[in-house]
């Protein structure tokens, strides 16, 4: 498994210009909502020791997301349950309401247009192009942008910043081989 280090760094490395950052702050969370609901759209009753628990998709997904946070970063891991779970919580409320699936699917493509617009200023392409499980780490991304926005997590940024941009000259240098 990747360190928190490597993870960030590789994220970060195409996530520099400002405007792509804030467009991830917009796109982010519009997609894993969007996601949220259509994981939510069914559920299945789960009955023991005389206390029931409505099981969905979202819940699975996210608590199994959430361990691997945990393991990659604790602190950053308590932002995330603090981010999460208001999220699965209005998933739920929307999920009942008549086509659901539609709210979903065009929040869906809304927060994905505004990703490739905050790309189109980063020069860059999207890290899950070369990396699939990045499309865990935007999240988990942002969530360090937080903290080190509140000037937490120094050490950490201090570690990813160096890191991921000798991987950005590396991505640059190699685009510019194609070209030549």
Not at 8 to 26: D, E, G, M, P, W
Not at 105 to 131: L, R
């Amino acid at each position: 498994m990747k360190s928190v280090e490597q993870q960030l760094s590789r994220y970060k490395s195409v996530h520099f210009n400002k405007k792509n950052i804030q467009t991830h702050f917009v796109g982010i969370p519009l997609i894993i909502w969007a996601v949220t609901l259509l994981m939510s759209l069914s559920s299945i009753d789960v009955s023991l020791a005389g206390f029931t628990l409505s099981l969905t998709a979202a819940k699975v997904f996210f608590s199994i997301a959430l361990l691997y946070y945990f393991k990659l970063h604790w602190r950053l891991a308590i932002g995330m349950v603090l981010y999460i779970l208001p999220n699965i919580y209005l998933a739920e409320q929307f999920a009942s309401m008549d086509n659901a699936y539609l709210l979903a699917i065009s929040i869906f493509v809304i927060g994905w247009i505004i990703q490739f617009i905050g790309h189109y200023f980063e020069k860059a392409k999207p890290a899950f192009v070369d990396d699939l499980s990045q499309f865990l780490i935007g999240p988990f991304f942002l969530m360090a942008e937080v903290y080190f926005a509140f000037g937490w997590e120094k050490t950490l940024n201090n570690t990813i910043t160096p890191l991921a941009r000798d991987r950005r000259r590396e991505l640059e240098a190699d685009k510019r081989k194609l070209t030549n």
